[in-house]
């Protein structure tokens, strides 16, 4: 084999070695189409560092969500991390850093990390204010650490953005267990009302307010509840008795 040989085989090898590189980078990023591949295209544009501040950010919140996907936390918090600062960095202050906070929030909870995830809601909710959806998942891990006044506000908050939707029913529900659980059934079944009165087909609501009929010694209307609940739902007693064990000691 002759110098030249040499040189082609060298190349070939090295090139079957090497990473494929992306031919449109940004499109395989943003299709998450296939993992692999939008993590490579994701990391590519993130390795060459070109891009203006806010659209680096945008790559590393894709491969972060690539990462999720992938079961990978950890590095899905680091992505994050780096998008965030890069946005705070370029003075960016509204929905967008907003939406960053809430995925890092639901990576960290994923994990385990709770104490975490609600400073990230919290910082979502000071910078978005008016969006309902980190304080309903706020709430919930309230409810997950048994701290129910706080879980209470963050529900409440939610159901008044918009208190005759049929987007609230479950809140409604929510916030009768809430109240039911912190001793107070009287003040849930107008909350387990209304959220029948706005989803009469949500088997939680009709659970919850058989429990609330039960705590406040109506047995027949109990009885009749629960049977509606689980003639839409046969599973959810189950269900129901798995939210109870939820931030209980």
């Not at 509840?225 to 689980?230: H, I, Q, T, V």
């Amino acid at each position: 084999m002759g110098l030249r040989d040499v040189l082609i085989a060298a190349l070939l090898v090295s090139g079957s070695a090497a990473p494929t590189m992306a031919a449109d980078p940004w499109a395989d990023c943003q299709a998450q189409q296939n993992e692999q591949e939008a993590l490579q295209a994701c990391t590519q544009i993130v390795d060459a560092k070109r891009e203006p501040p806010l659209r680096l950010a945008q790559a590393y919140n894709l491969r972060a969500v690539v990462h999720q996907r992938m079961s990978q936390p950890d590095k899905a918090i680091g992505d994050f991390s780096q998008a965030i600062q890069l946005m705070k960095d370029a003075g960016k202050s509204d929905w967008e850093l907003a939406f960053t906070y809430f995925m890092r929030a639901n990576t960290y909870r994923a994990k385990g990390d709770l104490d975490q995830a609600i400073a990230d809601h919290s910082q979502s909710i000071r910078i978005a204010p008016n969006w309902d959806k980190s304080y309903n998942d706020r709430g919930a891990i309230y409810f997950q650490k048994g701290d129910l006044p706080r879980a209470l506000d963050d529900i409440s908050k939610v159901i008044s953005f918009r208190p005759d939707s049929p987007r609230v029913a479950e809140s409604y529900a929510i916030r009768a267990l809430l109240l039911q659980r912190m001793g107070r059934p009287a003040e849930g079944l107008p909350d387990a009302d209304r959220a029948i009165a706005l989803n009469g087909r949500s088997a939680m609501a009709l659970y919850i307010r058989a429990k609330i009929y039960e705590a406040l010694g109506r047995a027949e209307d109990a009885a009749a509840g629960f049977r509606a609940a689980l003639q839409i739902d046969p599973r959810i007693g189950e269900q129901m008795n798995a939210m109870e064990r939820v931030g209980r000691p």
